[in-house]
């Protein structure tokens, strides 16, 4: 079963910053490595499910036309509209996924430490509806961590397996460490030499 919508307003009602994220090297370090894996310097649509407080939503937002940030918790959506009041590229929803996924398509979507909370038929409806929400040359960014948590259904290893199997898109690239998994995989697998010109545009890639 996913957790339930009550295990995250538990923890903002205990912390406004209950997996410190500010503070903590492992979470700067995270969001570092995530901008670093994207392949475009400015996306004309993101989307973040589970965008918690808006950490990583303040960097996306800069890295994009429009941001669509959503949180089953709306206290976390309250603390993040709060975080990126000076972004009018911003928008935020309330969403409890995979059931309530937002309409349009979106050039990237960033899973973030989000998809273990989920169990395997409701993943398995997340990846769907995100696969189907990608634009044309649209990617998906997944960052998870890798030790169990308690209450959780999954791991992030399973997470990753089931992103690679039934996304069935080239994975472009993949940075695992003790810590965390984060792969993206696109409909468009030019890479950024090829697109810059550095690599000729039919030379074999290393996508899997």
């Not at 997996?19 to 570092?32: D, G, I, L, M, P």
């Not at 894996?37 to 918690?52: K, N, V, W």
């Not at 429009?66 to 918790?73: N, R």
Request: glycine share 6%; hydrophobic share 35%.
């Amino acid at each position: 079963m996913s957790v339930a919508d009550n295990y995250f307003d538990k923890l903002y009602k205990a912390s406004q910053d209950p997996w410190s994220f500010r503070e903590r090297w492992y979470e700067q370090r995270k969001r570092n490595l995530t901008l670093a894996a994207l392949t475009r310097s400015h996306y004309g649509s993101i989307f973040e499910p589970g965008c918690a407080t808006g950490e990583l939503s303040a960097k996306l937002a800069e890295r994009c036309s429009q941001l669509l940030c959503s949180d089953t918790s709306a206290i976390a959506l309250e603390l993040a509209q709060k975080r990126l009041a000076n972004k009018s590229n911003v928008r935020f929803v309330q969403t409890r996924l995979p059931e309530q996924w937002p309409p349009g398509r979106f050039d990237l979507i960033v899973i973030s430490e989000l998809a273990y909370y989920l169990d395997s038929e409701d993943l398995a409806t997340l990846i769907a509806k995100a696969r189907g929400a990608l634009a044309e040359g649209g990617s998906l960014l997944a960052c998870h961590w890798r030790w169990p948590i308690e209450d959780c259904p999954l791991t992030g290893d399973q997470v990753h397996q089931a992103l690679h199997e039934q996304l069935q898109l080239p994975r472009l690239l993949r940075h695992e460490d003790s810590d965390l998994l984060l792969e993206l995989w696109s409909t468009d697998p030019t890479s950024v030499g090829q697109r810059e010109g550095l690599t000729p545009r039919n030379a074999e890639g290393q996508s899997s």
